[in-house]
């Protein structure tokens, strides 16, 4: 099993879960020539996936989808709520709902209900029997019901947005940092570390930070946070960046 990011943030985002002969996107919030290419730079063909699964109508998650769709005759599965928001709607698949499983494939897909100021926002926890990868981007606030569907994994991606501090410094109007920083907006760094921490880490073979906002946060900053908070290793972490995204990470099986 293993897993690569096209790019993370608000210009775009798109993840890719492979196992097996499956090859799965989540989002994709680029335009289509756009996509092609970041897709070639892993390798991957766009006629090699088997389904789009889509986390919410937010333009930096959805923006391609219906392109890529129609072009490659792929899948695209979503909740309800999430294909009433979409300015362009598609065709769906299938409809999902927070706690539905999806087969595709070797991948068993797993439909989160999470706290975003979206219609029906989802994020996913993907297995191919052995292993376990959460997708956990999009979010404001979380809860035990969350957490449990976050046990137990071998790799977690998850929202490191912004910066309590550069938010509050920063140039965005008042009613855009309280929904940023909100229960329904974005984690910060602190809540995504914080997070982790009630999760446990010490199984995860990969941590990767994403979503980080441009204009607040820092790299180095969250990078920071997360090594207060659990006293790992700062090389350990990794980042998905929204230019050139995350190259492939295998998630080995457990022995």
Not at 41 to 53: C, E, K, R, T, Y
Not at 125 to 147: E, I, N, Q
Not at 161 to 186: E, I, M, S, W
Not at 225 to 241: K, T
Request: with cysteine; net charge negative; glycine share 10%.
């Amino acid at each position: 099993m293993r897993f690569a990011v096209l790019g993370s943030g608000s210009q775009g985002n798109g993840t890719l879960i492979a196992s097996d002969d499956t090859c799965v996107l989540v989002d994709c919030g680029f335009s289509l020539r756009e996509t092609e290419r970041r897709l070639a730079l892993l390798g991957v063909a766009p006629g090699q996936l088997n389904a789009i699964v889509v986390t919410h109508e937010h333009a930096d998650h959805v923006h391609g989808v219906g392109l890529l769709a129609r072009r490659y005759n792929l899948p695209v599965y979503l909740s309800r709520g999430t294909l009433r928001g979409m300015r362009k709607p598609v065709e769906a698949a299938g409809f999902l709902a927070g706690d539905e499983r999806l087969q595709v494939g070797s991948l068993s897909i797993t439909a989160v209900a999470v706290a975003h100021d979206a219609q029906e926002p989802l994020q996913y926890v993907f297995s191919d029997g052995h292993r376990r990868l959460g997708v956990l981007t999009d979010l404001g606030s979380y809860d035990d019901r969350l957490l449990a569907h976050y046990q137990d994994l071998d790799a977690l991606l998850i929202e490191a947005n912004h910066c309590r501090d550069l938010l509050a410094r920063g140039h965005y109007p008042y009613f855009l940092k309280q929904r940023v920083g909100g229960d329904l907006g974005h984690l910060n760094n602190h809540q995504a570390a914080r997070l982790v921490a009630e999760l446990g880490w010490h199984k995860l073979q990969h941590l990767v930070l994403a979503h980080l906002s441009s204009k607040n946060n820092q790299p180095q900053l969250a990078r920071q946070c997360f090594v207060d908070a659990l006293g790992c290793d700062p090389g350990w972490l990794q980042v998905a960046n929204q230019d050139s995204g995350l190259d492939w990470r295998e998630i080995a099986r457990p022995i």
